[in-house]
């Protein structure tokens, strides 16, 4: 029998942690606002998110970021910045490590698809109450241009435990 997963973060030694799968997020800012998503399908479908997706054998990050904004919103981001990473743990042993992105430009028109819905808003108007509930602790860091790292422990779509550094 696995042994449970622990319900507070400092009781995981994060140093050698390995996420079941490596993914990424990726947000555009442009003129005071945020271009979202509501996601159609897989983990936090119905939920409002940036585009995003596991990396496929052999794929940087980088290059997850942009192929998943190309596939869900059919736009390809331009001079996309790296933000910080996303740990999370869930106590039914399903874990993903998330690195995100920023993009000021990008090519193409956000257009909605069989994956997400683009959502475009306001920077001070950010739906929270229809997201992950880590969002609030990482995202406003994002927009604002500082590095972090944050570990998370969640129950399904409840967050349990945090911890958010600016690195």
């Known amino acids: 029998m696995l042994d449970p997963v622990?319900?507070?973060?400092?009781?995981?030694?994060?140093?050698?942690w390995q996420a079941k799968d490596p993914a990424t997020l990726l947000f555009v800012i442009r003129d005071g606002k945020i271009l979202l998503i509501r996601?159609?399908?897989?983990?936090?479908?119905?939920?409002?998110?940036?585009?995003?997706?596991k990396l496929d054998p052999g794929e940087t990050p980088r290059d997850c970021a942009i192929r998943e904004c190309q596939e869900e919103l059919l736009i390809t981001p331009k001079n996309v910045e790296f933000c910080g990473e996303n740990l999370f743990q869930f106590?039914?042993?399903y874990?993903?490590?998330?690195?995100?992105?920023?993009?000021?430009?990008?090519d193409g028109t956000a257009t909605e698809t069989d994956e997400a819905e683009p959502l475009w808003f306001d920077l001070d108007e950010i739906p929270y109450d229809?997201?992950?509930?880590?969002?609030?602790?990482?995202?406003?860091?994002?927009?604002?241009g500082k590095k972090y790292h944050s570990v998370f422990i969640f129950d399904g779509d409840k967050m349990l435990d945090s911890q958010v550094d600016v690195i």
């Open 6 to 16: 622990p319900h507070r973060v400092d009781l995981i030694d994060w140093d050698s």
């Open 39 to 53: 996601k159609k399908r897989g983990l936090g479908a119905g939920k409002i998110n940036g585009p995003g997706g």
């Open 91 to 93: 106590v039914d042993g």
């Open 95 to 106: 874990s993903i490590h998330v690195h995100t992105y920023r993009a000021f430009e990008y």
């Open 130 to 144: 229809e997201m992950w509930e880590d969002d609030r602790l990482w995202l406003p860091l994002l927009i604002a």
